[in-house]
């Protein structure tokens, strides 16, 4: 979408960065995104790429979706010294927020992530010096920076011929180079998990979203590969293409478990019902810090057919009573 | 937009490797029509005759398939004979964004080679078909191409 054909109030976003399209998941709006997927400007505002991905609501203790926020409650680990006197006032401020009034929160400045070193590449530096400097590193945000604990020397090396090997790899969709894409945004890989066939992101994202085409074979064609045919289940989106298969399902791994640690919205701590039931990847837990149990009631029929019963709510029965 | 990038990207891979056989190319420089001159295949009726494609190809193409019509009569079961529609199931339940438009032609002069005479656009070469009289479809099938596709 160009700015001269969207409303005066929508080319006003322009200059404001787009929250998601640094994020590991990406901009699912690619294009018709108001906002802006300009990499200087995303870089201006925060000051390191691979914090993009950490809520700078958390950093200051007042974040209101808690654990069900999208982005990473951590704080960065690895601070210069000069930020040090900051971690303690966060900490303090934590528990109070709630009750503190808002005239007190200005005095709490925003304290924007302080700049550090990518460790990748500093450690990359030491480890491996023949080894060329990829702008990928420094540019685009990174699946494996995710990571609380430090990645030793053998972790580097992998990550080193892993961005070697996504550097040629090309969209089997769009047919272009998906680390050459003009739209940093765009530069990801979406993994697919029953093959190894490459797509970007976005390429595979809008394949898989083609339902409502007119006769379309939804599990032979549009949730299976378009090369092979072969069907998978979901999509992962990674900044960095895959050497092998161990390292394909370290990155599966890594997505899964990040996703599990956020907290399901359809389920809403027990009060809503979740589509997707036992197979949502995110976490379903009560407000009182309990986990669903996962028991499927099966039930077979005449034909032998298993079926699974979706656990039926009393409320639901209650909210369209006529007598109530 | 994504669609006028691949295709151009699709026209640069053509120029680079010519065939004689298929000479694919936009018509009046639109991205989003092409046109294609096909050689049928030999061992068939359509052998030596050089058949006219027209390629329409949708805004949200690789998502969805382009629409493939014959501007050369020809006597087939999966063609219609009278609006050259194609019944293709690549072209629409099992379309692939994988597939180009270069493969989509010569999924066609497959086709063409190989007939589906259970899902017929043209009855009457359906049926001499599943009829198992393949010495009448060769010989009208052969006719047409002499008289319509034949320069």
């Known amino acids: ?44 505002a925060s000051s390191d790429a691979s914090n993009s991905n950490v809520c700078r609501f958390f950093l200051q203790g007042t974040c209101a979706y808690g654990s069900k926020c999208r982005y990473d409650h951590v704080r960065p680990k690895r601070l210069p010294a000069v930020a040090a006197p900051c971690a303690p006032q966060q900490q303090n401020q934590q528990p109070p927020t709630k009750s503190q009034t808002p005239s007190t929160a200005p005095a709490s400045t925003p304290v924007p992530p302080p700049p550090r070193e990518n460790p990748w590449a500093s450690r990359a530096a030491n480890a491996a010096a023949a080894a060329p400097p990829t702008l990928t590193t420094a540019a685009a945000p990174s699946m494996f920076d995710n990571g609380d604990e430090e990645g030793d020397d053998d972790a580097v090396l992998r990550r080193e011929r892993a961005l070697a090997i996504s550097e040629g790899v090309e969209c089997g969709i769009c047919l272009e180079r998906v680390l050459a894409k003009d739209v940093l945004s765009e530069r990801r890989f979406g993994i697919l998990t029953g093959c190894s066939h490459p797509f970007c992101l976005m390429c595979i994202r809008g394949w898989r979203g083609t339902t409502d085409r007119p006769g379309a074979d939804i599990d032979g064609a549009v949730r299976a590969c378009p090369l092979c045919r072969a069907p998978s289940h979901f999509v992962v989106p990674s900044t960095v293409w895959f050497a092998d298969e161990e390292d394909k399902d370290a990155i599966i791994q890594r997505y899964v478990s990040r996703l599990n640690n956020i907290d399901c919205r359809h389920f809403n701590q027990g009060a809503g019902t ?46 369209r009573s006529h007598i109530l | 937009m994504a669609a006028r990038l691949r295709l151009s990207k699709e026209l640069k891979e053509i120029s680079r490797d010519k065939d004689a056989s298929l000479v694919l190319a936009p018509r009046d420089d639109n991205l989003f029509t092409w046109t294609c001159a096909l050689t049928g295949p030999s061992d068939t009726p359509y052998a030596g005759g050089r058949f006219h494609l027209l390629l329409r190809v949708p805004d949200t193409y690789p998502l969805a398939a382009p629409t493939v019509t014959f501007r050369t009569r020809i006597f087939h079961p999966n063609v219609h004979f009278k609006t050259g529609e194609v019944c293709l199931d690549i072209l629409k339940t099992q379309w692939s964004p994988a597939w180009t438009l270069q493969s989509v032609c010569r999924a066609v002069a497959a086709l063409m080679a190989h007939a589906e005479p259970d899902s017929p656009l043209n009855c009457d070469a359906g049926n001499l078909l599943r009829a198992g009289d393949v010495r009448g479809y060769n010989s009208i099938a052969r006719m047409y191409t002499v008289e319509c596709a034949t320069e």
């Open chain 1, 1 to 44: 979408m160009s700015p001269m054909s969207m409303p005066p109030s929508l080319t006003k976003l322009r200059a404001v960065p787009c929250r998601y399209f640094l994020s590991a998941g990406g901009c699912t709006k690619g294009h018709a995104c108001p906002f802006s997927h300009e990499f200087t400007i995303s870089r201006g």
């Open chain 1, 274 to 319: 979740c589509p997707f039931g036992t197979s949502c990847f995110y976490r379903h837990r009560y407000a009182d810090g309990t986990l669903e149990e996962t028991s499927l009631r099966k039930y077979g029929n005449a034909d032998g057919e298993v079926n699974i019963v979706q656990p039926v709510r009393l409320a639901e029965f209650l909210s």
